[in-house]
């Protein structure tokens, strides 16, 4: 049982292991965006930010709504906020 839990931990820190990532994380720790949003925000083409939200998604690391055509991402919970900014503390010490 630990050994499964160990593993999925592992996995998970290798999502924040890629830095488009961890931009999109931190641009959506400040507030809901679309992918049009994120892609200007980080110079960055639609396509690229589509498919590392969707690993985000697939992590559960990010959730979606839909409003009409409009597809809104933010952070799935606290949690996630909680793990960029004690990265953050951390690095900065």
Same mark, same amino acid.
């Given at each position: 049982?630990?050994?499964?839990?160990?593993? !999925?931990? *592992?996995?998970?820190?290798?999502? @924040?292991? !890629? #830095?488009? /990532?961890? /931009?999109?994380?931190? *641009?959506? #720790?400040?507030?809901?965006?679309? $992918?049009?949003?994120?892609?200007?925000?980080?110079?960055?083409?639609?396509? *690229?930010?589509?498919?590392? +939200? /969707?690993?985000?998604?697939?992590?559960?690391? $990010?959730?979606? /709504?839909? !409003?009409?055509? *409009? $597809? @809104?991402?933010? +952070?799935? !919970?606290?949690? $996630?906020?909680?793990?960029?900014?004690?990265?953050?503390?951390?690095?900065?010490?």
């Amino acid at each position: 049982m630990i050994e499964e839990l160990l593993y !999925d931990l *592992a996995e998970l820190y290798k999502i @924040f292991g !890629d #830095s488009t /990532r961890i /931009r999109i994380l931190y *641009a959506l #720790s400040e507030k809901e965006m679309c $992918v049009n949003e994120i892609s200007e925000e980080l110079s960055m083409t639609m396509s *690229a930010i589509s498919h590392q +939200l /969707r690993i985000l998604k697939q992590a559960k690391l $990010v959730k979606y /709504r839909k !409003d009409g055509k *409009a $597809v @809104f991402y933010a +952070l799935s !919970d606290d949690h $996630v906020k909680s793990i960029i900014k004690m990265g953050l503390e951390h690095i900065s010490e």
